[in-house]
C-alpha cells in the first residue's frame, strides 16, 4: 500500500529488459549510439515535430534546470505556479543554471496558472528598465503538482500572453505521460502546437529507472543546451543505458499504458475514498488524489503499513479521533488493484 511517490516504484519489466539488452557489446559514448539516434527519432514521430532536437539526462531537475538555463538569461525572470516543482523542490537548481535569473510566482487553484493572473503579471513587468529584472520565459507544470491538467486551449492561450511579451515557453512534463493518457490528446496538441518551446518530457515517474528527455522544439536552441548539458555534467558516457529506457517506453504506445493505469488506479481509489466517507479535494486529472479523513482513519492506515504523504507536510493533529487529516495519494504504474482494496479495507477498519 505504497501511495506515497510514483518515484518509488519500481522498474516496468520492458524497460528492464531493454537496459540488459543495451548491455551486451559495445556502443560508442556520449550519445553516439544507435539507441539514442532511435530515440530522437522515436520523439520527433510520436510529437509529430520532425525538427524538434532530443536529448536525455536522468532527473527532472537537472532537465528543468538547464532547459531554463538556455531559456532565460542571469538577468530575466521566470514566471511559475508558487507551487511549481521548480519553486518548492529543487534547491535553487534553475537560478544556479540561469546564472542568477529570478522566479516569479503566480497563485492559481490547482497549481494551475490562469491566463488573466499572468496577463496582470506581465502588465506589472517593466521591460526595458535597468532597476528590474527583465522577462525572461514562462513555466509551466503537465499535470500539475496538485493533480490537475491544462488542455491544449489553456496553454494555448498562456503561450499567446507569453509571445506577446516576447518570452518563450518551457512546460515541466514530468507526469506528461499521466495527462495525455487521461485526456486521450495528441501530444504535439499538448506542446509545439499550442506554443510550447520546451518539453521536458519524465519518464521516470512512469516506469523507467532514471530517464528524461530535454525536447527542443525551437533547433535553435540546440547546440547551446548541449554545451549546458556538458557542462553541468549530464553528458553522460554510457547514454545508451538511458537511451534505452526511453526508446522502450515509448515504444507502441507503452508510457500510455503505464500511465493509464496509474490513472485507472488512482480513479479507483478515490471511488472508494468517496463511498468510504472522505473528502476527495480535487478532480482526479491524473494519478494524485487529495483527500480529507479523520485521524482515527489515518492511524488505523498507518498500523497497516500504508504508506503516503500528510499535505501540506505538516504534524497530524491532536485531538480526537474525528480530526481531520489532510493527506496526499498518488498511483503508479505498478500499483495493482489489490493494493487499493487493502487500503481502503484498512480505511473502513
Request: aromatic fraction near 8%.
Amino acid at each position: 500500500m505504497f501511495f506515497a511517490s510514483d518515484n518509488a516504484s519500481g522498474i516496468a519489466p520492458d524497460l528492464l529488459a531493454a537496459m540488459g539488452a543495451a548491455a551486451g557489446g559495445y556502443a560508442m559514448p556520449y550519445g553516439n549510439d544507435d539507441l539514442t539516434r532511435a530515440v530522437e527519432a522515436r520523439v520527433r514521430e510520436v510529437f509529430e515535430a520532425p525538427e524538434a532536437r532530443v536529448y536525455l539526462v536522468a532527473t527532472g531537475t537537472a532537465a528543468n534546470a538547464l532547459a531554463l538555463g538556455c531559456l532565460c538569461p542571469p538577468w530575466g525572470r521566470v514566471w511559475c505556479h508558487e507551487a511549481a516543482h521548480i519553486e518548492q523542490d529543487e534547491c535553487n537548481a534553475p537560478e544556479f543554471y540561469m546564472g542568477g535569473a529570478k522566479l516569479s510566482l503566480i497563485r492559481g487553484a490547482e497549481a494551475k496558472i490562469g491566463a488573466d493572473a499572468l496577463a496582470a503579471a506581465l502588465d506589472a513587468a517593466q521591460p526595458g528598465v535597468v532597476h528590474s529584472a527583465q522577462p525572461g520565459a514562462l513555466s509551466i507544470t503537465q499535470a500539475t503538482e496538485l493533480g490537475a491538467t491544462y488542455t491544449a486551449a489553456e496553454i494555448a492561450a498562456l503561450c499567446d500572453l507569453a509571445k506577446g511579451a516576447g518570452i518563450p515557453v518551457h512546460m515541466d512534463g514530468t507526469r506528461f505521460s499521466n495527462a495525455v493518457a487521461r485526456m486521450n490528446a495528441r501530444p504535439a496538441d499538448l506542446t509545439w502546437r499550442a506554443g510550447v518551446d520546451v518539453l521536458c518530457l519524465g519518464a521516470t515517474k512512469c516506469g523507467a529507472m532514471a530517464a528524461e528527455a530535454v525536447i527542443l522544439f525551437d533547433p535553435a536552441r540546440a547546440w547551446e543546451f548541449e554545451l549546458r548539458r556538458k557542462r553541468g555534467g549530464h553528458l553522460f558516457s554510457k547514454m545508451r543505458f538511458v537511451a534505452a529506457q526511453m526508446l522502450a517506453w515509448l515504444e507502441d504506445g507503452l508510457w500510455l499504458r503505464l500511465a493509464g493505469h496509474a490513472n485507472a488506479m488512482a480513479d479507483r481509489l478515490a471511488a472508494g475514498l468517496a463511498a468510504a466517507g472522505a473528502g476527495v479535494l480535487n478532480p482526479i486529472d491524473a494519478n494524485m488524489i487529495f483527500a480529507r479523513i479523520t485521524l482515527a482513519q489515518h492511524r488505523r492506515l498507518q498500523a497497516a503499513g500504508a504508506r503516503y504523504y500528510l499535505w501540506p507536510k505538516a504534524q497530524v493533529p491532536e485531538g480526537g479521533g474525528d480530526a481531520p487529516v489532510e493527506i496526499r495519494l498518488v498511483t503508479s504504474f505498478a500499483t495493482t488493484p489489490e493494493d487499493v482494496d487493502r487500503f481502503l479495507d484498512a480505511l473502513r477498519g
